[in-house]
């Protein structure tokens, strides 16, 4: 199993991400929650476009991935894990838990440094959100994610069947938590006690700070209980919830050239109270 694993993940990680891309698409064309208030297909066309230019960036500029480092790591015996030669399936269940909250960690790192959120604020620039937002990264963010990664999986060591698993399992539920589906609260509430679920992270792209500043998680749910970055429910209730971001609202910003150079935009926004628009704080 472990062989396969190892043997396989690029194809996993395909099949996985088209199978679940394919089944949300069906449900949300069918039982969507939330009307759109922008252009589908050109939200959805560009956003695709994204996710190829960013598959092709990082196969060439990032021939090592946190799958090979991990690999090597273990073959040299490097890392804590190693070191305290600690029995393989403890190293895998802990690794696993630590590989999730080092996403959670960096999340939140991407919006408390400045320099970090411009690049990751073009996630949150979605009007909507849907299964495509998942596919909305800059793909400097994936880049600085990448070695971010391999770097916590050297001082660990962190077995690289952990690392596939909880990135195999971290890409459906993503996916899933984006997506523009309705669960009964009934059903949403024993689940989000684990795991992300979409009425959980539809906070997170909230237009107001707060609640931009909140929800992290991307597998698992409970570091935002943990770390007191959990919000249970939108302010304005999800019905008259604003998503995306004030400054970048145009139909033109939906365009893959400006999504690229998001960045380097200047994030200007007017606040209802004055007529002079100011510098976001957070975003200069």
Not at 72 to 99: C, D, R, S, V
Not at 167 to 191: G, M, R, Y
Not at 239 to 247: I, S, V
Not at 266 to 282: C, L, M, N, Q, T
Request: with cysteine; glycine share 4%.
């Amino acid at each position: 199993m472990i062989e396969y694993l190892l043997n396989n993940s690029t194809d996993l990680f395909t099949y996985s991400l088209m199978v679940t891309l394919g089944l949300l698409v069906i449900g949300e064309v069918f039982l969507p929650w939330i009307k759109s208030t922008a252009s589908i297909p050109v939200r959805w066309w560009n956003n695709i476009a994204l996710h190829l230019v960013n598959s092709y960036i990082i196969l060439l500029v990032m021939p090592v991935t946190t799958i090979s480092a991990a690999i090597y790591f273990q073959e040299n015996t490097l890392g804590l894990f190693h070191l305290l030669n600690l029995n393989f399936w403890f190293a895998f269940i802990i690794g696993f838990f630590i590989y999730d909250l080092f996403h959670y960690s960096i999340h939140r790192v991407f919006h408390q440094v400045p320099l970090l959120w411009k690049l990751h604020r073009l996630h949150h620039t979605d009007p909507d959100v849907d299964v495509s937002t998942e596919l909305k990264h800059h793909p400097f963010e994936l880049v600085v994610t990448v070695v971010s990664a391999v770097v916590v999986v050297f001082v660990f060591g962190i077995p690289a069947v952990s690392i596939i698993l909880c990135s195999l399992f971290a890409q459906v539920v993503s996916l899933i938590s984006h997506a523009n589906i309705k669960i009964a609260e009934s059903v949403d509430t024993p689940i989000r006690k684990v795991f992300v679920t979409p009425a959980m992270h539809r906070i997170h792209h909230s237009a107001w700070q707060p609640e931009t500043d909140s929800n992290y998680g991307v597998l698992f749910s409970f570091w935002d209980r943990w770390f007191g970055t959990y919000v249970d429910k939108p302010l304005a209730g999800y019905e008259g919830m604003k998503l995306g971001l004030d400054g970048f609202r145009s139909p033109r910003d939906l365009w893959l050239d400006k999504l690229l150079l998001q960045p380097f935009r200047r994030h200007v926004v007017v606040p209802a109270s004055i007529s002079e628009p100011i510098d976001e704080g957070k975003s200069t």
